[in-house]
């Protein structure tokens, strides 16, 4: 009979296979925690905001600037960048101007031009028109837009798109004048006029039919002629800069020359001229509040209360028009041209230049460890330099606006500002209002160079059609230093102005639109 009972396993056997067990688990152990303890380590702490080192991080910084060196000379600039209005077209209740009427970008909708003037019952020989750049191309009348603002005495400063056509027609001109003396020596030497459109057709043609005829003989010459300038024009305008040479060419050698004579900046300057122009009637009347729309079409953007003659604020201390747009704590003498033309937004170099050194900081740190340093160095990503970023400003007492879309007081902090006409910026106008408010929060009235002269300047601008209408009742709930009035009208949106008006209550300002017919597709700016 067989014993069902299993055999077991020598006891030495189990002792030795439990020995090997034990021993490999604990060596497994102790290498898997070796390796993550090397490769994978706790991060060690990093100096605390206070720290000596800390606070030095940002020493090997070399100090930025902007506006303070020469520039060389811009091509085709008009003779004086700053023009002041003449002090008879401030609206006052006792001079010739009533009614101060600041148009946005137009872009040769003269007929919207003509519809916006209508509504708001523009008298020629009461208000003053001003318009803020852009008066030319993407629309289909910029020669007419031009001849209106001629006729009625406008003033008005340089657009971006009205330099590109002013150095598209200086282009045209210069072509002109050098086929003139072609011509003339052509004239000189073989004794007659020369047609040089013929000379470069026939050129052409040769080129083409490489010396052949191909038994073209029926073929009309004029007619051939004509079609290969056709085909020369055409290919001439599909270059980068055809809506400037299609509206240089419409222009007249006056509408020429009164574009470019514009300056880059306008100085209207303080509205009322004096306080006693701003002082109320023996029996005032309150100024129509946001949501009332006047006899004239105009809706007021604040309320403007009388007060007495000696008390008396002005509407506006200061007021500049541009097309695009001012760089914060930079006086207007300093300001550069393509900027205050094309800007949209400020950047700040200096955002760079701190993250590269704190990154350097912790590169640094992890290097100085004792284990783990690949592990440290890899851990070292944009969260972790956003988090070591914000330490060390608050240690040196600075403000960190780089993240916030609306920006902060980066000018006040001293922080210099670059113009950009992209999009990815701290938007200007932002910056301007809040560098505003802080002079007006800073004690320095005594010093005439506080602020650059720039303390309480209001900005009328153009310029940025996508952002469209951006007045104070826009951004400010009615308190602000800027308006921004391309609301698009060349797009299909609206013809914007800034009406601003002589009452008997006081200064008063509102703003009227007009519908618009579409012209051009919006583009990506």
């Given at each position: 009979m067989l014993d069902p009972t299993p055999p077991r396993l020598p006891r030495v056997l189990l002792a030795v296979l439990t020995i090997v067990s034990v021993t490999l688990f604990?060596?497994?152990?102790r290498i898997s925690s070796t390796t993550y303890s090397l490769l994978w380590p706790e991060p060690e702490p990093f100096p605390t905001p206070d720290g000596k080192d800390l606070r030095t991080i940002f020493d090997d910084i070399s100090p930025m600037s902007y506006g303070t060196t020469t520039r060389p000379a811009m091509k085709g600039m008009p003779e004086n960048m700053i023009a002041d209005l003449p002090a008879e077209y401030i609206p006052s209740r006792d001079g010739p101007t009533r009614r101060l009427v600041i148009v946005g970008d137009v872009h040769g909708q003269k007929t919207a031009l003509e519809k916006l003037l209508e509504k708001i019952r523009f008298d020629k020989s009461a208000d003053h028109l001003i318009l803020t750049g852009d008066m030319t191309n993407k629309g289909p009348d910029s020669a007419g837009v031009l001849e209106l603002a001629m006729d009625l005495g406008a003033h008005a400063v340089r657009g971006n798109h009205d330099d590109r056509v002013l150095l598209a027609r200086a282009a045209l001109d210069k072509d002109s004048e050098d086929q003139a003396k072609a011509k003339?020596?052509?004239?000189a030497s073989e004794g007659g006029v020369v047609d040089l459109e013929t000379k470069v057709y026939e050129k052409g043609q040769e080129k083409e039919d490489g010396g052949q005829n191909d038994g073209q003989d029926d073929v009309d010459p004029k007619v051939a002629k004509e079609e290969y300038l056709a085909r020369e024009a055409t290919l001439l305008l599909e270059r980068d800069d055809r809506k400037e040479v299609t509206t240089a060419r419409t222009l007249t050698p006056e509408q020429v020359e009164w574009l470019a004579r514009?300056?880059?900046i306008l100085n209207v300057g303080r509205i009322p001229r004096s306080s006693a122009s701003a002082s109320a009637s023996a029996s005032p009347s309150p100024?129509?509040?946001?949501?009332?729309?006047?006899?004239d079409g105009v809706t007021p953007t604040t309320d403007t209360?009388?007060?007495a003659p000696e008390t008396a604020a002005?509407?506006?201390e200061n007021l500049v028009v541009v097309h695009a747009g001012l760089v914060p704590a930079l006086p207007l003498t300093s300001q550069d041209p393509w900027a205050v033309m094309t800007m949209r937004t400020l950047v700040y170099p200096i955002d760079d230049e701190r993250r590269a050194a704190v990154k350097k900081y912790l590169q640094d740190q992890a290097s100085k460890r004792q284990r783990g340093k690949i592990a440290a160095t890899q851990m070292i990503n944009d969260d972790m330099i956003d988090e070591y970023l914000g330490k060390i400003m608050q240690a040196k007492g600075i403000k960190d606006n780089s993240k916030d879309e609306n920006g902060g007081d980066r000018v006040g902090a001293g922080d210099v500002a670059l113009p950009t006409d992209g999009r990815d910026g701290t938007a200007w106008w932002g910056e301007w209002n809040r560098y505003q408010e802080r002079l007006a929060r800073?004690?320095?009235?005594?010093?005439?160079d506080y602020g650059h002269g720039l303390k309480g300047t209001t900005v009328v601008y153009g310029h940025d059609a996508k952002s469209g209408l951006k007045v104070p009742d826009t951004y400010g709930?009615?308190?602000g230093y800027t308006y921004g009035l391309d609301s698009g009208c060349v797009y299909g949106g609206k013809l914007s102005a800034l009406i601003i008006e002589a009452r008997p209550e006081g200064i008063v300002h509102g703003i009227a639109q007009v519908g618009c017919d579409k012209a051009v597709e919006p583009d990506d700016k």
């Open positions: 604990l060596s497994y152990t003339a020596a052509a004239a514009l300056p880059i100024t129509p509040g946001p949501s009332t729309t006047t006899d209360p009388a007060a002005a509407a506006f800073d004690e320095g009235d005594d010093n005439k709930n009615g308190r």
